[in-house]
């Protein structure tokens, strides 16, 4: 069977990033006979200038895109209805804060290492949208960690440390010079970079086409 590989650029506070994986799961069991699809996450940061405590979502919202809180929180609306229909948990979506998830994104190279990095990253969607908890929060990422089989002292350490900065900056750098400016973003084969989160079918054709397009160059 043909195997694909799938960078997804990602951010655990991009309500689209938690929508745009849950359609690429449907979409890799739409080609599940036909393909094996290899899925890669990497660290995008959404809001590198939020400060250390964080900010109200709609007034972020509402600064960042040039609109009013009313509007966000419309638009809010129709992108937590878009999870419910993929059975996400969006609950809490309109109390969640805006927050800068670099320390986030160290932890998670070391769930990357230890190969739950895809569980710990929908822990973090669940806790943040479902639940309006903060993805930098030290105690719950030792909690999700733990329950994925992970070390939470070393956790611990890693937050106490700069462990993983260079790395997790080097990632981040490397996906913006290949241009990826906004997530979810997946790139297929090093080559075909579909942005946005697609609908399943349309995900799943596009695989079907990259396939086919290797066959015959092969």
Same mark, same amino acid.
């Given at each position: 069977?043909?195997? /694909?590989?799938?960078?997804? $650029?990602?951010?655990?506070?991009?309500?689209?990033?938690?929508?745009?994986?849950? %359609?690429?799961?449907?979409?890799?069991?739409?080609?599940?006979?036909?393909?094996? $699809?290899? &899925? +890669?996450?990497?660290?995008?940061?959404?809001?590198?200038?939020?400060?250390?405590?964080?900010?109200?979502?709609?007034? !972020?919202?509402?600064?960042?895109?040039?609109?009013?809180?009313?509007?966000?929180?419309?638009?809010? !609306?129709?992108?937590?209805?878009?999870?419910?229909? /993929?059975?996400?948990?969006?609950?809490?979506?309109?109390? %969640? %804060?805006?927050?800068?998830?670099?320390?986030?994104? %160290? $932890?998670?190279?070391?769930?990357?290492?230890?190969?739950?990095?895809?569980?710990?990253?929908?822990?973090?969607?669940?806790?943040?949208?479902?639940?309006?908890?903060?993805?930098?929060?030290?105690?719950?990422? &030792?909690?999700?960690?733990?329950?994925?089989?992970?070390?939470?002292?070393?956790?611990? +350490?890693?937050?106490?440390?700069?462990?993983?900065?260079? !790395?997790?900056?080097?990632?981040?750098?490397?996906?913006?010079? /290949?241009? $990826?400016?906004?997530?979810?973003?997946?790139?297929?084969?090093?080559?075909?970079?579909?942005?946005?989160?697609?609908?399943?079918?349309?995900?799943?054709?596009?695989?079907?086409?990259?396939?086919?397009? !290797?066959?015959?160059?092969?």
């Amino acid at each position: 069977m043909q195997t /694909l590989k799938i960078d997804l $650029v990602s951010d655990v506070v991009c309500p689209w990033c938690a929508i745009g994986d849950a %359609r690429l799961q449907q979409a890799i069991a739409l080609v599940g006979g036909e393909l094996d $699809v290899e &899925v +890669e996450w990497h660290p995008f940061l959404l809001n590198p200038d939020v400060p250390k405590e964080g900010r109200d979502i709609l007034e !972020h919202l509402s600064a960042k895109y040039g609109r009013s809180e009313d509007e966000m929180k419309a638009s809010q !609306h129709e992108i937590t209805a878009a999870a419910n229909g /993929l059975g996400l948990n969006f609950e809490k979506a309109l109390e %969640r %804060r805006s927050w800068n998830t670099f320390d986030t994104h %160290r $932890v998670l190279a070391y769930a990357k290492e230890q190969g739950c990095d895809g569980a710990f990253n929908r822990a973090l969607f669940d806790a943040y949208f479902g639940r309006a908890e903060s993805p930098t929060d030290a105690e719950l990422l &030792v909690t999700i960690g733990e329950s994925l089989g992970l070390d939470g002292p070393r956790i611990r +350490e890693i937050l106490a440390s700069d462990a993983y900065t260079e !790395h997790v900056e080097r990632e981040i750098a490397h996906w913006q010079s /290949l241009g $990826v400016s906004s997530v979810p973003s997946f790139i297929v084969d090093n080559k075909y970079l579909l942005a946005g989160a697609q609908p399943p079918q349309t995900l799943a054709d596009a695989l079907r086409q990259i396939a086919a397009e !290797h066959s015959e160059r092969a």
